[in-house]
């Protein structure tokens, strides 16, 4: 028989703290063994954040929101999406990289920050590829390039020919570094020199060319389809093999007379590579999941956006293709590294 002797003399105010330590350490290992295990089924467990490195009214954003209702839904959680826009989409990046790395912080990233600027700066301080554990890729649509809706261009070879005539004095906006880069393929496809204007996100892009603050703009197509079927924007190309049959009346890229000019956006999650690798697999099921949803597929068809869901090597693979295609591009087109 074994008796148990209880102290009767009060404890000390730092043996209660370690005491408090002790009974709470078993809580704090639960939850990484169990990931280890593989028991991810009640994840989320609680709110969960994604990290949008653009303003709302982007691709990258509306996707974003998309999604986190979606996933809400499926899982009871309330998902929601933070805008962190600015500097090149560093300010994004590094706040989702700083948040703790237990799956409750999710990036919700584009071709700029999970590719292009790997290609572009000379010193980027982050590496998409090795702090990034990718989860799947999410979306893919063609770009538009517009103009004020009361600009003398009506095509792209009006544009083409009065940029010409007056070297550097046409602008146009960009949204991030991937709009960069296909604006100045843009203009060494067709021999113009025009002079960029950075801008915080695809939407102030679309609001300062629709203001007429500049000449024309690149943009994802998805976020300036319904401006242009409104007349509040003029598109003059759509960046594809074919139309689109929302905009049945702007030619497709070889209509235009840029056939080679088929420019691409895409968007995908991940989350920071220290994550445990069975919530990374939780998070790739759970996106798949909502993409199955008859909500989610309706809505990107509005869009003429394609959903191109992947396993997380996929993603990585298709990571570093873009990646050496955007090296390439850029020395093609003579961009200097930032």
Not at 30 to 53: H, L, N, Y
Not at 104 to 125: C, E, H, Q, W
Not at 127 to 140: G, K, V
Request: charged share 20%; net charge positive; with cysteine.
């Amino acid at each position: 028989m074994t008796t148990t002797i209880e102290s009767t003399t009060p404890a000390s105010p730092k043996r209660r703290r370690l005491m408090a330590m002790a009974a709470a350490l078993p809580a704090a290992f639960a939850a990484p063994r169990a990931f280890a295990q593989g028991d991810t089924a009640g994840f989320p467990a609680r709110p969960v954040k994604f990290i949008v490195p653009f303003p709302p009214g982007s691709g990258t954003d509306t996707s974003a929101r998309i999604f986190a209702k979606k996933i809400g839904d499926i899982t009871g959680q309330p998902v929601t999406v933070e805008n962190k826009p600015g500097g090149n989409g560093f300010i994004g990046v590094q706040t989702a990289l700083n948040a703790p790395a237990d799956g409750y912080t999710v990036f919700i990233g584009s071709n700029s920050t999970l590719s292009t600027n790997a290609a572009t700066f000379r010193k980027l301080p982050y590496d998409p590829l090795t702090d990034f554990a990718p989860i799947s890729l999410l979306t893919r649509g063609p770009c538009l390039i517009i103009v004020p809706p009361n600009s003398p261009y009506r095509s792209v070879d009006d544009l083409v020919a009065d940029a010409k005539k007056r070297p550097g004095a046409l602008n146009y906006a960009s949204g991030s570094m991937s709009y960069t880069l296909y604006s100045e393929w843009l203009n060494d496809m067709t021999g113009m020199r025009t002079t960029g204007i950075n801008y915080k996100g695809a939407g102030d892009a679309i609001n300062v060319t629709l203001s007429g603050t500049v000449d024309f703009a690149v943009v994802d197509a998805s976020g300036a389809i319904e401006l242009v079927r409104s007349g509040k924007l003029r598109a003059l190309a759509f960046t594809a093999p074919q139309r689109t049959p929302l905009l049945p009346d702007v030619p497709n890229a070889t209509e235009a007379g840029i056939p080679q000019f088929l420019a691409y956006n895409w968007v995908a999650a991940a989350v920071s590579a220290r994550t445990p690798p069975e919530v990374v697999k939780r998070w790739s099921a759970l996106f798949h999941q909502a993409a199955e949803t008859q909500e989610l597929k309706d809505y990107y068809k509005r869009q003429s956006t394609t959903v191109i869901m992947s396993s997380p090597a996929e993603m990585r693979q298709y990571q570093q293709e873009e990646i050496q295609r955007w090296k390439q591009l850029a020395s093609r087109a003579g961009i200097a590294l930032q």
